[in-house]
């Protein structure tokens, strides 16, 4: 939590504020990476600022320390995680930190990953650098909640995305539903596709709406990965996903290597898993994901897959886009789930944000941790 008590002056929240801004700048492209931010501050002025724009590229610390050049020596380092002190993708930041003489380090929160987690903090106070950390940490967890995830739990943040009428139907009984939502509430998805590391589908949408699952925004730097969960391998070699460029995979209970032959040929990488009580492990599947450093999956999907995450307990958060229409009974539902009985065997879901988004409404949901210990 954010904290305004002593040792942490006004001065401090405001550069950290700012470090936290800078970070939202990698929320597209920084991905596997953590969104880090950092602000450089020398005799009460900023002297140089930098954030992690993408993967393999200088995190956040050395931008800001080539923006200072020899103005970083004596400096206080604002930054939204913990400085890395291992060799990853780029060489250690607490190694750049140390070596132009930032005295102070104020960190927002430890680094998760279990390559660091402390101890790049550890090392810098064993160089005689005054460290500090917690402030505005809630904020700075808040940036990277699938990152948290992944590293602490082994599984990547589970968000799906659905719209619905006023009266909880997302399509016509006949699955027409383009569309329900108006031109704001799409774009708005194309955010939250920008941010993901994997787009997740369904066989049934695939086959039903033929979509391309890619970002088309453009501030958007990379795609993100298309995943398709189709046990039976029904997937066209020729649908509209596959004749776009990056990658897709397909998780399938079929090992036929003549079935798979076409879609291979057609650039899909095919991962065969176990069948289980919803056709496909789920379980499974997001832990390949996570293996494969996906922090957030944004799944579009029908109601049997949704249904399915959620039994599972899966879903992590929950948007809904709700439309002022009227579908009627005989529309297809929001969620395919098991007849109720009782009213003790309702799932409970907490409201994390609820705002208009053009003529829609978009609601963000969270399954309460009484609804998770049940799933």
């Given at each position: 939590m954010s904290d305004f008590s002593l040792p942490w002056s006004a001065d401090d929240h405001r550069y950290m504020t700012r470090a936290l801004r800078l970070a939202e700048y990698g929320l597209y492209g920084a991905d596997p990476n953590p969104r880090?931010?950092?602000?450089?501050?020398?005799?009460g002025e900023i002297v140089g600022e930098g954030w992690h724009e993408r993967a393999?590229?200088?995190?956040?610390?050395?931008?800001?320390?080539?923006?200072?050049?020899?103005?970083?020596?004596?400096?206080t380092a604002?930054?939204?995680?913990?400085?890395?002190?291992?060799?990853?993708?780029?060489?250690?930041?607490?190694?750049?930190?140390?070596?132009?003489?930032?005295?102070?380090?104020?960190?927002?929160?430890?680094?998760?990953?279990p390559q660091v987690a402390g101890r790049g903090l550890t090392q810098l106070r064993a160089a005689?650098?005054?460290?500090?950390?917690?402030?505005?940490?809630?904020?700075?967890?808040?940036?990277?909640?699938?990152?948290?995830?992944?590293?602490?739990?082994?599984?990547p943040l589970v968000r799906i995305k659905l719209a619905m009428s006023l009266d909880g139907r997302t399509a016509l009984a006949s699955g027409d539903s383009q569309w329900l939502t108006g031109d704001?509430?799409?774009?708005?998805?194309?955010?939250?596709?920008?941010?993901?590391?994997?787009?997740?589908?369904?066989?049934?949408?695939?086959?039903?709406?033929?979509?391309?699952?890619?970002?088309?925004?453009?501030?958007?730097?990379?795609?993100?990965l298309r995943v398709i969960l189709d046990t039976e391998l029904r997937t066209p070699p020729a649908a509209k996903l596959l004749q776009l460029p990056g990658p897709v995979l397909i998780f399938t209970a079929m090992a036929d290597p003549a079935a798979q032959a076409p879609l291979q040929a057609a650039g899909a990488e095919i991962i065969v898993?176990?069948?289980?009580?919803?056709?496909l492990n789920l379980q499974r599947v997001m832990r390949e994901l996570a293996r494969r450093e996906c922090n957030e999956v944004h799944v579009e999907c029908g109601p049997t897959l949704a249904g399915a995450l959620l039994q599972a307990g899966l879903v992590d958060e929950l948007v809904i886009y709700m439309a002022p229409i009227l579908l009627g009974d005989r529309a297809r539902s929001l969620f395919a789930l098991p007849e109720l009985t009782k009213m003790s065997e309702r799932r409970e879901l907490e409201i994390r944000d609820m705002r208009a988004v053009g003529k829609d409404w978009r609601i963000t949901l969270k399954p309460t941790q009484t609804d998770l210990i049940s799933a």
């Open positions: 880090v931010g950092c602000v450089l501050v020398r005799h393999g590229e200088a995190h956040a610390e050395v931008r800001a320390l080539e923006a200072a050049g020899e103005q970083a020596f004596g400096a604002y930054i939204t995680l913990e400085p890395c002190c291992h060799y990853g993708r780029t060489p250690p930041c607490t190694d750049a930190l140390l070596r132009t003489g930032v005295t102070r380090v104020v960190a927002a929160m430890a680094d998760p990953n005689g650098v005054a460290v500090e950390c917690g402030l505005l940490e809630a904020e700075a967890r808040a940036l990277n909640p699938g990152f948290i995830q992944r590293m602490t739990e082994g599984l704001a509430a799409r774009q708005d998805v194309q955010r939250l596709r920008a941010r993901s590391s994997a787009i997740l589908t369904g066989i049934g949408t695939v086959l039903a709406d033929n979509p391309q699952l890619n970002v088309r925004l453009p501030e958007a730097s990379r795609q993100p898993i176990p069948r289980c009580e919803w056709e």
